[in-house]
């Protein structure tokens, strides 16, 4: 008896040694980059660390908006398992970093000068009390309009700069029988929509000060009162079949030519480009109206987990370095859809897109009018930025008038 | 052989009564230890995090009933609780209502019953998300039900209450019974085959009409499948989550949201878990609610029968 339980015992600690976390030159990344492009992106990376001798332990959740990942993320964390790098970003780095749990990338920042390859704006993001912790793969520019020239050519509308605009075009497109905007109704995108009107009604300064430092006097003011009667009238210029369509059907509609546009970011791109069309002649990318030279950013980015073992924070590095060299940024970004978050790579390849959203990038950026989008977690903690979703898609969803949809709001912006 | 049983060691006959006793106990026992822990431990656990100001992660800061205050200071959990009530109270009373007016017509002694019995049963075959996507796409009326009757000419049909906040809740309802009467239906039918003949044909003999059959005897015996499809179908409704999901995902907006929906979106993708876990409290009470004074009563009415 005795002996059989020293067995067992033996047996249990040789099962436990042979099972550690992570054998030291394993690099596991979690993200939800699944789909054609996205994944085909997420293999560069893969061959790079492998190039420099790392194994690629892939780690991906699949369901859109990476909420499965995750719970995932947090069961591995409170075990105090976590991977090396997760895909996370915005003022969830710092929710993350408040708990302790993430690692020191300083030095690898310092040696590939990142302070002077990236924005001030979006080096904010990746540092959480100053120290780089995360490193960005892209940035997407979310106040876009896409257009389908031919649908506006049918109905003699000139496609709009300003929201006045907008109105008359929307009524020439309705009147010739055809869609004026493309939309699908669900809450992020309803708020992806707002945001750029905020942005084009009231300019940077004021989406700054209502959406980012949650003032309640912009957020309950005349300008986001203004910006709500705007929205409604792009409601009226939606179709029946909206709510709860998803964002790429919504797409495809600009396309097809059964609607004239669709205000999406530039992932929206992608649904263009893989039906054969080609910017500036099939479709058109334009700023929403009244953003020109202004510029809401959505930027996805690896968050660096705190590693027990030297072997996995060498691996750790490694990756941080791989997402930052240009190499990567180029192919990833061309994959993609969106533009390279550093400075330093060649534009050679891109389409006229992506060069339009650098040279906005980079403008903005000098101009001050570079900002983050709050409908796309960039701005805001997740449960104010849930708040001011609900507002949102309340008025878009019943006849609340603009009024009392800026007073909600200014109440949702109190949410912690 | 023989002499092994007939000539047992000493002490063997209690080693083995003493087996027999306390092996039920020890194969049921881990079993039991799960549901403590798993069941028992994590609903404890959640009532605790309510009581906690936990965001991303769990915080055992203790901060009295202020998610509470919280929760029902947010419109839209009143939304929810609205819902509920109507999603709740319309899904049981036509779920019991269709499967019994079902189980009756096929009761008549007709012909391929079998058939038409599984025919009503295969919607309980199909997980909830596949009947929310399926009617999510007949109700929509750019593409499905509303779409077709215009496409054959009936200009003026409309049927948007799926993109309408204000009918969004009624179309769950319409998916939710429609997958699950057929279930209540094999209920009820196994309940009225269960009848004891001889007091029908006494009833008839009486020259009881069939209707008045059916309503001073069959239905009242049925008292006990009543009470079996009743829990059923509330705890569903109560818990409700993947039919709203892949049907209207909560909206328009947030128009048809449930409770289930609600603790969702807040403890996992609004880092509220504190809110998320008042929430999930809020519905186990809902539950209680509603069970345990039926529970209670139908011991009751058991030990009268007794």
Not at chain 1, 47 to 58: P, R, S, T
Not at chain 1, 352 to 369: H, I, L, N, P, R
Not at chain 2, 46 to 51: A, I
Not at chain 2, 127 to 138: D, L, M, P, R
Request: aromatic share 12%; charged share 15%; glycine share 10%.
């Amino acid at each position: 008896m005795k002996r059989l339980l020293f067995a067992a015992a033996l047996g249990a600690s040789l099962l436990g040694s042979t099972l550690p976390a992570y054998p030291a030159e394993e690099v596991e990344v979690l993200h939800w980059w699944t789909s054609g492009g996205e994944a085909r992106s997420v293999a560069e990376l893969k061959k790079m660390l492998e190039a420099k001798g790392y194994k690629w332990k892939d780690f991906a959740v699949a369901g859109g908006g990476g909420e499965n990942a995750m719970t995932v993320l947090k069961s591995r964390v409170v075990s105090g398992n976590p991977p090396t790098a997760a895909q996370i970003k915005g003022p969830t780095i710092q929710e993350w970093g408040a708990e302790g749990v993430l690692a020191n990338l300083d030095d690898t920042a310092k040696a590939g000068t990142w302070d002077s390859l990236l924005p001030p704006v979006v080096a904010n993001v990746m540092k959480y009390q100053g120290h780089y912790v995360a490193a960005p793969v892209n940035v997407h520019r979310v106040n876009w309009m896409w257009v389908n020239p031919e649908v506006f050519k049918k109905a003699g509308a000139k496609v709009p700069t300003t929201w006045e605009e907008f109105a008359t075009a929307c009524d020439k497109i309705q009147k010739a029988g055809m869609i004026a905007v493309a939309h699908g109704g669900q809450p992020w995108q309803d708020s992806t929509v707002f945001e750029s009107v905020a942005l084009g009604v009231g300019g940077a300064d004021f989406y700054k000060k209502a959406f980012v430092q949650l003032d309640q006097a912009a957020l309950g003011g005349a300008t986001m009162q203004k910006a709500f009667s705007v929205l409604r009238n792009i409601q009226k210029c939606t179709d029946k079949g909206a709510p709860g369509r998803d964002w790429n059907l919504a797409t495809a509609m600009v396309i097809q030519g059964k609607a004239g546009m669709q205000f999406m970011g530039d992932w929206a791109k992608g649904e263009f480009t893989a039906a054969g069309k080609t910017p500036g002649k099939d479709f058109l990318c334009l700023p929403a109206p009244g953003t020109k030279g202004a510029y809401t950013f959505n930027i996805d980015s690896f968050v660096m987990f705190e590693q027990k073992s030297a072997g996995a924070k060498a691996g750790q590095k490694a990756l941080a370095e791989a997402i930052m060299s240009p190499e990567f940024q180029e192919i990833f970004n061309l994959n993609k859809g969106s533009i390279p978050a550093r400075a330093g790579v060649s534009m050679a390849k891109f389409d006229q897109c992506a060069k339009d959203s650098t040279a906005e990038f980079q403008g903005s950026s000098k101009s001050g009018t570079l900002v983050p989008s709050w409908a796309h977690g960039m701005a805001i903690p997740a449960s104010t930025q849930g708040a001011l979703f609900d507002v949102v898609t309340q008025f878009f969803n019943s006849d609340m008038s603009p009024k009392d949809a800026a007073q909600k709001l200014a109440q949702a912006g109190k949410t912690k | 052989m023989r002499t092994a049983v007939s000539a047992p060691v000493p002490g063997s006959g209690s080693v083995r009564r003493w087996l027999a006793d306390a092996l039920p106990k020890a194969v049921l026992a881990p079993t039991l230890l799960m549901s403590v822990i798993f069941v028992y431990g994590f609903i404890a656990w959640t009532v605790y995090l309510s009581l906690t100001p936990s965001r991303l992660l769990p915080n055992y800061e203790f901060v009295g009933l202020a998610q509470y205050i919280a929760l029902f200071d947010n419109e839209r959990w009143w939304v929810a609780l609205k819902n509920l009530a109507i999603f709740g109270f319309l899904f049981v009373v036509l779920g019991l209502a269709i499967g019994l007016t079902l189980a009756i017509l096929l009761d008549q002694r007709i012909r391929i019953e079998g058939f038409l019995r599984s025919l009503y049963l295969y919607p309980m075959a199909l997980s909830f998300i596949v009947t929310g996507a399926a009617w999510k796409w007949i109700l929509n009326p750019s593409l499905g039900l509303e779409h077709l009757m215009r496409s054959w000419g009936f200009q003026n049909f409309s049927f948007d209450w799926l993109v309408n906040p204000d009918r969004a809740i009624y179309t769950v309802v319409i998916a939710g019974v429609w997958q699950s009467a057929g279930f209540v239906m094999a209920l009820f039918l196994a309940g009225l085959r269960g009848i004891d003949d001889s007091i029908i044909k006494a009833a008839q003999v009486d020259g009881a009409s069939l209707f008045t059959i059916y309503r001073r005897i069959i239905i009242p015996s049925m008292r006990p499948v009543f009470f079996s499809a009743l829990i059923i179908l509330s705890h569903i409704a109560v818990k409700s989550f993947d039919l709203v999901m892949a049907l209207t995902a909560g909206g328009p907006g947030f128009a048809s949201d449930l409770p289930a929906t609600f603790m969702y979106s807040f403890a996992f993708t609004r880092n509220q878990l504190g809110l998320g876990a008042a929430s999930a409290v809020m519905m186990l009470f809902i539950l209680a609610a509603v069970l345990v004074p039926f529970i209670w009563a139908e011991g009751r009415q058991r030990r009268q029968d007794r």
